[in-house]
C-alpha cells in the first residue's frame, strides 16, 4: 500500500524507495525492500538480495503494455481513493463510501456496531435474494443468537488487524477489521464471501478502507447530539425520573401520535448475562420493535422496558402475550407484563407495576416465559402483608382462636367457616360441601359465633377473615418446603 506509479528503469539509475520499476535484462543493485521490479527477461542482481519484490515476465511482453497496466492498476484504486476522500470532505454518508468500495472487494461490505446493529451495508444485498439474508431480520437475529454463544466470536472482539470469521455461523466466510472508540470495540466492518472468493491481499485493502470508516464515524459522533429527540430517550428520561412534568410528556409523546386517550401496557424484560456481556440488548430491543408495531423498546439498567401502543397497534394485552411468547422462547428471556392503562400520569407506576410481575413470577414461577401482573397481584398483595410481620401475627385471631379450639376438641369449626366464606354465605352448599345435614351446619355457625363474636353482615371484617385464612395457607406452605 506504499507504492507509486512506475518508472522505466534504465541501467545505472538510482533506484527510489516506494516506487514500481519496469526494467528490461538489466543490472540491478541495492533495491529498496518498499520498492517493486517488474522485469521483462532475466535480472541480474547481487544473489544476496531477495527476490520477494522482484516479478520477473517473458521476454516477449511489451514494456508498453506492462506499463499501461500498471497505470490502469493505479488508476483504479487511485480513483477509488478519491472517492473516499471526496465522500469524507463533503460530509457524505456512511453508505456512499461502502457503495463506492463494492467493486473493489466484488462482495458485499457490512458495518454493524458492537452491539450488533446493522449500521450501512451494500446496496448490492438488497438487489439479490441469496444476499439478503446477510441482513434478513429473521436470519439476522438467529446469527445474533449463535454470535453471543460462538467463543470464537467473543474472543475475535479484541483482534486489532483484519481477520478471518469462518463460516460455521452464516454459511460464508467473511474477512473483518474492528473499529475501536477510545481503546472500547465499537463497530465491525465485515466483506462477506457472498459473491467472489476473499484474496489475501483484500486485507490490506480493508484495512486503509477502515481509516476512512472511522474518520467518518468520529465526524458523525461530534455533529450528533448528546440525546436524540426520539422516543426512547423520552421514556428513558421519565424511567430515570428526569422527565417528570405530565403536560410535558403528554407534549411529547403527541409528536409521535402516542396520545393521553390511547391505551398502553408496559413489558420489563430479564435479560441474560450472555446479552449483557455481548452487548446485544440494542439488538433485541430492535427485533422488538420490528415484531410489535407501534412500540418503543429501550435499555434501562441491564434490563428491557417496553411501551406498546394498543390502540395504534390495535390488539389487545392477550394477543401480544401469543405472539411474544415464542420470541422469549427463542432468547431465553423473561418477561413482566403490566396492566393496560390509559394517560400518562401514572406510566412510571405502571413501569413499576411489570417490574414487580417479572421478579416475582420468576421466583414463584421460575418456569413460565411470561408473567402478568393480573395473575400475580394477588400472592404479591398476601406476600406484601408479611412483609413486616409473620402471618400469624397479622391474620385475625378469632381464626386462630378457632383453630386452636379445633385441636383443643376434635372439632372443625375452623374449616366449617372457611367453607361458609368461600361460598358466599351460602348455608345449603356450604353443607353439601362438607357432607353434613344443613341442621349439623347451623348448630356449628351458632358455636362459632358464640366463639369468635363473629358479625357475617360486616364485610369489611369477613373479609379481613378471609385474607387471613390465605395468610396462614402460605405460612404452613412455607413450612413445609422448608
Given at each position: 500500500m506504499c507504492l507509486e506509479r512506475p518508472l522505466y528503469y534504465n541501467n545505472g539509475d538510482d533506484i527510489l524507495s516506494n516506487k514500481v520499476y519496469i526494467c528490461q535484462n538489466s543490472i540491478l543493485d541495492n533495491i529498496?525492500?518498499?520498492?517493486?521490479?517488474?522485469?521483462?527477461?532475466?535480472?541480474?542482481?547481487?544473489?544476496?538480495?531477495?527476490?520477494?519484490?522482484?516479478?520477473?515476465?517473458?521476454?516477449?511482453?511489451?514494456?508498453?503494455?506492462?506499463?499501461?497496466?500498471?497505470?490502469?492498476?493505479?488508476?483504479?484504486?487511485?480513483?477509488?481513493?478519491?472517492?473516499?476522500?471526496?465522500?469524507?470532505?463533503?460530509?457524505?454518508?456512511?453508505?456512499?463510501?461502502?457503495?463506492?468500495?463494492?467493486?473493489?472487494?466484488?462482495?458485499?461490505?457490512?458495518?454493524?456496531?458492537?452491539?450488533?446493529?446493522?449500521?450501512?451495508?451494500?446496496?448490492?444485498?438488497?438487489?439479490?435474494?441469496?444476499?439478503?439474508?446477510?441482513?434478513?431480520?429473521?436470519?439476522?437475529?438467529?446469527?445474533?443468537?449463535?454470535?453471543?454463544?460462538?467463543?470464537?466470536?467473543?474472543?475475535a472482539k479484541d483482534l486489532i488487524d483484519p481477520f478471518i470469521f469462518p463460516s460455521h455461523v452464516t454459511g460464508r466466510r467473511s474477512l473483518c477489521i474492528n473499529l475501536f472508540n477510545h481503546g472500547k470495540y465499537s463497530h465491525r466492518i465485515i466483506v462477506s464471501e457472498s459473491l467472489s472468493k476473499l484474496h489475501e491481499e483484500d486485507a490490506a485493502l480493508l484495512e486503509h478502507f477502515s481509516k476512512y470508516i472511522k474518520l467518518a464515524l468520529s465526524r458523525l459522533n461530534l455533529l450528533k447530539s448528546d440525546k436524540l429527540y426520539n422516543l426512547d430517550n423520552i421514556i428513558l428520561g421519565i424511567l430515570s425520573k428526569e422527565i417528570s412534568d405530565v403536560r410535558f410528556i403528554e407534549q411529547s409523546f403527541s409528536e409521535f401520535d402516542w396520545l393521553p386517550n390511547h391505551e398502553y401496557f408496559c413489558i420489563n424484560i430479564k435479560v441474560s448475562p450472555f446479552d449483557v456481556n455481548n452487548l446485544t440488548i440494542n439488538s433485541i430491543c430492535n427485533r422488538i420493535e420490528s415484531l410489535l408495531k407501534d412500540s418503543c423498546a429501550c435499555s434501562y439498567n441491564n434490563e428491557i422496558v417496553v411501551f406498546v401502543n394498543l390502540t395504534k397497534f390495535n390488539t389487545t394485552i392477550d394477543d401480544v402475550s401469543n405472539r411474544f411468547i415464542y420470541f422469549l422462547r427463542d432468547c431465553y428471556l423473561k418477561a413482566g407484563i403490566s396492566n393496560s392503562f390509559t394517560g400518562f400520569s401514572e406510566i412510571l407506576q405502571y413501569h413499576t407495576q411489570s417490574h414487580i410481575a417479572l421478579n416475582f413470577g420468576i421466583n414463584h414461577h421460575p418456569f413460565n416465559w411470561i408473567h402478568r401482573f393480573d395473575d400475580i397481584a394477588y400472592s404479591y398483595l398476601l406476600e406484601c402483608c408479611t412483609s413486616h410481620l409473620p402471618a400469624n401475627l397479622i391474620c385475625s385471631k378469632k381464626i386462630i382462636t378457632l383453630k386452636t379450639y379445633d385441636k383443643k376438641n376434635k372439632t372443625q369449626y375452623y374449616h366449617t367457616l372457611r367453607t361458609y366464606l368461600e361460598n358466599h354465605l351460602n348455608a345449603a352448599k356450604s353443607a353439601k360441601l362438607l357432607f353434613i345435614h344443613r341442621s349439623t351446619f347451623l348448630y356449628r355457625l351458632e358455636r362459632i359465633k358464640e366463639l369468635i363474636n363473629i358479625d357475617f353482615n360486616n364485610t369489611d371484617m369477613l373479609l379481613y377473615i378471609l385474607i387471613s385464612f390465605r395468610l396462614l395457607d402460605k405460612e404452613q406452605l412455607i413450612i413445609s418446603i422448608e
Open positions: 529498496p525492500k518498499s520498492t517493486l521490479i517488474i522485469s521483462l527477461g532475466r535480472t541480474l542482481r547481487d544473489s544476496e538480495l531477495s527476490s520477494d519484490n522482484i516479478l520477473e515476465l517473458g521476454e516477449d511482453i511489451s514494456p508498453f503494455e506492462i506499463f499501461n497496466t500498471v497505470q490502469s492498476i493505479f488508476d483504479i484504486y487511485d480513483k477509488w481513493n478519491s472517492s473516499l476522500q471526496k465522500i469524507l470532505n463533503e460530509d457524505g454518508t456512511l453508505q456512499s463510501m461502502i457503495d463506492c468500495s463494492f467493486d473493489v472487494f466484488n462482495n458485499p461490505i457490512l458495518l454493524q456496531t458492537a452491539d450488533f446493529t446493522m449500521f450501512a451495508y451494500s446496496d448490492i444485498v438488497n438487489k439479490l435474494p441469496d444476499v439478503a439474508q446477510l441482513i434478513n431480520s429473521d436470519s439476522f437475529f438467529e446469527y445474533i443468537n449463535l454470535f453471543k454463544l460462538d467463543p470464537k466470536y467473543n474472543a
